[in-house]
């Protein structure tokens, strides 16, 4: 056990390497919580980082002619984030400088992303097969925008450093066997990456639905969106063993939220 114990201090002193940060204000709905982050990556190299492969992406899809086909779709887009981008300062000051920018690649999935910095895509797929509302697609923007405010890719890393770590700190003081070892990684994975995963997808639902309300679309929007893509999936897994909330248990928070944000979007209209 000594030679454990010996082994599991170190890889206990590089968890130490984790700060506790708070990415953002929390706003009208009240997303409080306080992040682990890994302190040897910064924000300034996650969003470098982002940049980089953002534009890989546009240059594939610009070799492929499948990036901004449709002028109509981009600018209604690019409508809407420019109505959605001033109000980041209400959760995050310092955003309103990051160097947004929007891009649409012609493809059948649902699928849209805001990659940390500000860089922010949707697949055509996801408007068109949906038929969506504008409020709608302020919804979906809103939810993508969020998971850059908060630095989720950030914090989905440093989980996965520290998950590593403590895996093999486990290993080190129990003297895991292989098989054992596994069973670790499993309970890891779904006792602790999943769990914060799902709670990423609620910040980011929550500080969403008040960016949307904020820069005057309907907050009824986000359930109307939500029943669209839960009808698009055909069903979803568990809530256990996803990392988004099941499409019931989204749509009654929204529904919860929405008296908090409805002023706001009176206001703004």
Known sequence: MRLHLLIAVPLLM????????QTTQGGTVGVERQQM????LSSAQVNQMAAESYFGMLTEARSQNVLNTDAALVGRLRRIADDLIPQVEYFRPDARN????VNVIENEQLNASCMPGGKILFFSG????????DAEIAQIMGHEMAHALREHGREAVSRAYAAQAGTQVVGALLGLGESTRQA??????????????????????LIGLELAARAGYSPE??????????????????AFLSTHPSPQGRIQTLRETIPRVQPLYQQAR
């Open 14 to 21: 590089t968890l130490t390497a984790c700060e506790t940060v």
């Open 37 to 40: 982050m890994f302190g040897g």
């Open 98 to 101: 990051w160097e947004w920018e």
């Open 126 to 133: 996801i408007v068109n097969r949906l038929e969506l509302t």
């Open 184 to 205: 670790a990684d499993a309970a890891v994975q779904y006792g602790l990456m999943l769990p914060h995963s799902r709670g990423n997808e609620t910040e980011a639902d």
């Open 221 to 238: 929007a986000s359930i109307s969106l939500w029943q669209k893509m839960a009808a698009a999936s055909g069903g979803s897994p568990p």
